[in-house]
């Protein structure tokens, strides 16, 4: 009973320690650790992998089973790839294959000298280690670069899917804008030959009215000249009729004369 409680404590206070962990990383690398996909999604689709013998290799087999932004997943996934038992562990028991030969043949104090060799094994594990850190921390750096390059790709690819659906809508649009133009040229081809027949027709009018305006200047010297002929034609009934007066008065007076002084 105490065993399980151990474990399930253990495992608890790891689950702490990992989160822990994974919040400051996103908080050096300048990323909110709450927004999107959490850790315990993360950690839990981790340790189900793993119990299912198919174990995450790298950060886009985690992201793609959980979703969310490949920085988060890429942090997440070092962490938890780290946390993984280690099989080296100090002050180990001295091994039969070291202590036989020894005390047989040298009859020396065994423990004390394993304890010495322990020591410069731990010593040069520890020196190792540091280096491997050292490294192991550049290469972080280098991978968190690399998932923020990667992660802006994924943003630009995302991009490029809408655009052959934008593609096909302007497309669509260019065959509307085609067909409208079609239309607009008929109707100024249309509208250029009322115009062209229009000039023509106002060119037939110019010279019908020039025609019209002629005729009646025509018409209006007409009109005077019948008017001097109406008023000389009438002088002259007036100087007829006047002449034909004094005839006919001069005639009254040669038959008057006659009567008088008969021949």
């Known amino acids: 009973m105490n065993i399980q409680t151990n474990e399930r404590t253990y495992i608890t206070d790891l689950r702490t320690k990992l989160k822990q962990q994974f919040i400051q990383e996103m908080h050096n690398a300048n990323k909110d650790p709450d927004k999107g996909i959490t850790f315990d999604v993360m950690l839990d689709a981790y340790e189900a992998a793993k119990a299912e013998g198919k174990c ?3 950060p886009a087999q985690l992201q793609a089973a959980v979703g969310g932004r490949y920085v988060k997943a890429q942090i997440a996934f070092q962490i938890l790839d780290s946390a993984q038992p280690n099989a080296n562990r100090y002050n180990r028991e001295v091994p039969q294959w070291f ?9 020396l104090d065994i423990a004390a000298l394993w304890q010495a060799v322990e020591s410069d094994i731990a010593s040069i594990v520890e020196s190792r280690v540091k280096i491997a850190e050292h490294c ?5 750096l280098q991978a968190l670069q690399s998932s923020e390059l990667v992660e802006e790709l994924q943003d630009k690819l995302d991009e490029l899917k809408e ?3 934008q593609l096909s809508e302007l497309k669509i649009d260019n065959e509307r804008l085609k067909t409208e133009v079609s239309v607009l040229e008929n109707r100024a081809s249309t509208l250029q030959a009322s115009s062209d027949s229009s000039f023509a027709l106002q060119r037939e009018n110019a010279i019908l009215e020039d025609n019209n305006a002629k005729i009646k200047s025509e018409n209006q ?6 008017e001097r002929t109406a008023a000389l034609l009438q002088e002259t009934l007036i100087k007829k009729a006047n002449l034909e ?3 006919e008065e001069r005639g009254e007076f040669s038959k008057t004369t006659n009567k008088r ?3």
């Not at 202590?99 to 009859?107: H, R």
């Open 99 to 107: 202590s036989s030969p020894l005390e047989t043949a040298l009859k």
């Open 136 to 140: 192991s921390e550049q290469k972080r």
């Open 56 to 58: 995450f290799e790298n």
């Open 261 to 263: 002084h008969p021949s």
């Open 245 to 247: 007066g004094r005839l």
């Open 163 to 165: 655009l052959p659906a």
């Open 221 to 226: 010297n007409m009109r005077k000249e019948l």
